[in-house]
């Protein structure tokens, strides 16, 4: 198994940024997909960004691509998420998560952490 513990969220204005912090424990780091949803007040939860399973590709949704950079530190087990000119669409509560391949990240990873709030002001 892997845990997972979200931190960085916090309130900003519109066209601020902010960084996310993801750290991983327990199973080897580097054989998980990583990558982060998120979930606004009565939405569904929704793909923000991910790793492919080699670590060497990177993949966002469409309404981050351009503002939002994922990347990882192996060393650190952890992984970023970089959000740059944040919109009040963008407040939802983030996490983090972790799948054995890619076939797990797309039935739903299976493993998630706590979550992180990002409030975007207006």
């Known amino acids: 198994q892997v845990q997972l513990v979200e931190s960085g969220g916090g309130l900003v204005q519109a066209g601020g940024s902010l960084r996310l912090s993801c750290a991983a424990s327990g199973r080897t780091f580097s054989n998980y997909v990583m990558g982060w949803f998120r979930q606004a007040p009565g939405k569904e939860r929704e793909f923000v960004a991910r790793?492919?399973?080699?670590?060497?590709?990177?993949y966002y949704a469409d309404s981050v691509k351009g503002r939002f950079t994922i990347s990882r530190d192996n060393t650190k087990n952890t992984v970023y998420l970089q959000m740059n000119s944040l919109k009040p669409e963008d407040s939802a509560v983030y996490y983090c998560?972790?799948?054995?391949?890619?076939?797990?990240?797309?039935?739903?990873?299976?493993?998630w952490g706590q979550g992180t709030q990002v409030t975007v002001s207006s």
């Open positions: 998560a972790a799948a054995l391949g890619i076939t797990d990240w797309n039935n739903g990873p299976g493993y």
């Open positions: 790793f492919s399973r080699s670590g060497g590709s990177t």
